[in-house]
């Protein structure tokens, strides 16, 4: 299913040799019309790969005819030949399907600083061309995948006959600050640009833009969606937006679950804050606190952890009024020692903590991961 | 030597049976004047510590005859009563003493949110009135160990006969805001308090500030400075404020080499920074990143990290025109591969990087560890 899903997208995936293992590498996702309209949103890291500069640029036109992405590189840092090389695939894959490369998207993933083997690339979007099929959309999937286990791909479809359907890679360097990772949405419904831009930015400013693996920003994190008109039905934006919201929630889902050596997936759900933007704030501090990750790991309910990161933030709260609960036990009432912390059972995958701030009635829910000595192994024992 | 090497100090450290394990858990540091002047800097952690509030209420006086500092319980989120608690401990010192509970600082380290053992406690300061010493230096610093692997304690001694002398303990949750766990700083200088206070604003600034093992902040960290002016001789500011500032960095160094878990020390010196501002910011940007932490620990000079890191700071840089250096070799040139990384040999505890901004001559150093399974371990493990 994934990005085949919707009419009017043939996708595949193939394995180009960029690495060095063999494995699939390369993906190509093209829309067949009759529409090509697109929106994406971008990572904010100032740092930023030569595909995210160049696809910056792709859809200041509006128009994605076809997204080219590739694991096994980041082409991040690596100047202006770097910049070079996306250029050349975009012009490759333009050549090779008759398009414009203005309206080509280039996506990679990899380690950063390392130039791509464009010999491997350029051939291998050939090979791509070639493979490219109305049931594509699983091995394009497969071939974006760098330290990920399992690909990741959704779907959800309107009774109305349209269809939003998706892709994601993500596993580590997993702390969005606009976007995450590499996302592929393409759906057949009958939008413009700007229609899609509204619901793309929606989606991911409470999917994408919550979870918070490991507190690591990517340079080359990219969320397009892309649209064919093919269904001929133009949903109502409200209806729309929440088929898009619900393939990126349970992309984002997917994406913690599979996080680099995590054991423990946490539901970080801050409520009774002044406004959303403190809880937040409050949630992606707790989500970042190495300690509390730690203690997680250890299914430890250590509620002492969650205030001191809580203490970090400039939030509206009380130290005396802060409830905290673990799987649903308040083990932390009034800023000091609540129910006890025996009736609490972390021996599942997924821990909820719950923050209430007593400072009014916003909330926000993050989603965060363990520290593991599989994580510290991962990110030590090679570069990635 | 620490805390007594000044004249007119007495200390002393017991087993007060704080800790389950028996080990030295209660230190007393008392100023036999003739001065008793104090400064000091607290956690800015909004959720704080009993004994915080309790010592900065002290330190409005400007006067502190006595410090007493328990390790195994924090004394943080205990409400009401983790305040009176930390009230009852300081006029049993000042009982025993013949001082006033109003010139008693009080300081706690150990797990959040657990009640300590008053009578344990109680007991204790009287044992530990009875041991005090000229030469019970050395046992204060053992006794308020926690995970810390050996106690830390440094000296300067002016040519001009007036001593700095201090101890610290800390070893994990090691990001301090303001100051850094407990350290207590002692001087025979002849100073009143605005003048230790300058010199110690100005220390901490550039030494506890500036380390961050793991990127939690404490809420029960504490720095404080006590004058007895028992060498009769009142030292110039300037000369002061390094004594003090020297004193600060050597027991700051020996909290980051002693950090929970750490293989690595990691100096990290931002240079070509617009402002000093810019330059901490982006050092402890790297500092806290976890897949950097990881690297390190892999012996990987993976500056990919490190730029990626830098890219979520709002410093003043051009990608293009970052620079990066791992134990001396440019790795990184212009935002792209620079120097062969094969060339950087991490093979020894201290690790240096040196992050070039491009964008003025302002520079700041901050020190952090690397991120390894043993302090996922001694975190996850049991509760701390």
Chains 1, 2 share one sequence.
Not at 4 to 33: M, R, Y
Request: hydrophobic letters at 45%; one cysteine or more; aromatic letters at 4%.
């Amino acid at each position: 299913m994934s990005v085949t899903a919707a009419q009017g997208f043939t996708a595949s995936g193939v394995a180009a040799g960029i690495k060095e293992n063999g494995n699939p590498d390369l993906a190509l996702v093209v829309n067949t019309g009759p529409r090509l309209s697109a929106a994406a949103v971008f990572t904010s890291n100032r740092v930023k790969a030569a595909p995210v500069l160049w696809s910056e640029q792709v859809l200041k036109g509006g128009q994605v005819s076809a997204v080219v992405l590739n694991s096994g590189g980041a082409n991040a840092c690596t100047g202006p030949l770097g910049f070079q090389d996306t250029h050349a695939t975009a012009e490759k894959v333009a050549d090779v399907l008759g398009h414009s490369a203005g309206e080509v998207a280039v996506a990679s993933t990899g380690l950063i600083g390392v130039r791509l083997p464009m010999d491997a690339v350029l051939s291998g979007v050939e090979t791509a061309a070639a493979a490219l099929s109305e049931h594509g959309g699983e091995k394009a999937a497969i071939a974006i995948k760098t330290t990920d286990t399992v690909h990741k791909t959704a779907v959800a479809q309107s009774p109305a006959g349209w269809t939003v359907g998706g892709m994601a890679k993500g596993a580590g360097m997993l702390a969005p600050g606009l976007a995450t990772m590499l996302v592929v949405l393409t759906t057949d419904a009958d939008l413009d640009t700007a229609g899609l831009d509204t619901a793309l930015r929606a989606a991911t400013r409470t999917t994408f833009d919550r979870i918070d693996s490991d507190g690591c920003m990517s340079t080359n994190d990219m969320v397009l969606l892309m649209a064919s008109g093919a269904s001929g039905v133009t949903p109502g934006a409200a209806e729309f937006a929440e088929a898009v919201r619900e393939v990126c929630a349970d992309l984002a889902r997917q994406l913690i679950g599979d996080a680099e050596g995590a054991s423990k997936d946490i539901r970080i759900e801050v409520v009774g804050a002044a406004t959303e933007d403190d809880a937040v704030e409050v949630g992606r501090s707790i989500a970042r606190n190495n300690l509390l990750k730690c203690a997680v790991h250890g299914e430890d309910p250590n509620w002492g952890r969650v205030l001191s990161a809580i203490g970090t933030t400039s939030a509206d709260f009380e130290p005396d009024q802060l409830n905290v609960a673990i799987n649903d036990v308040w083990v932390c009432k009034n800023g000091s020692v609540g129910e006890d912390r025996e009736l609490v059972d972390m021996r599942y995958r997924e821990v909820r903590i719950t923050a209430d701030l007593s400072a009014g009635s916003a909330s926000a829910v993050i989603w965060a991961n363990d520290l593991t000595a599989d994580y510290v192994h991962e990110n030590s024992a090679y570069s990635s």
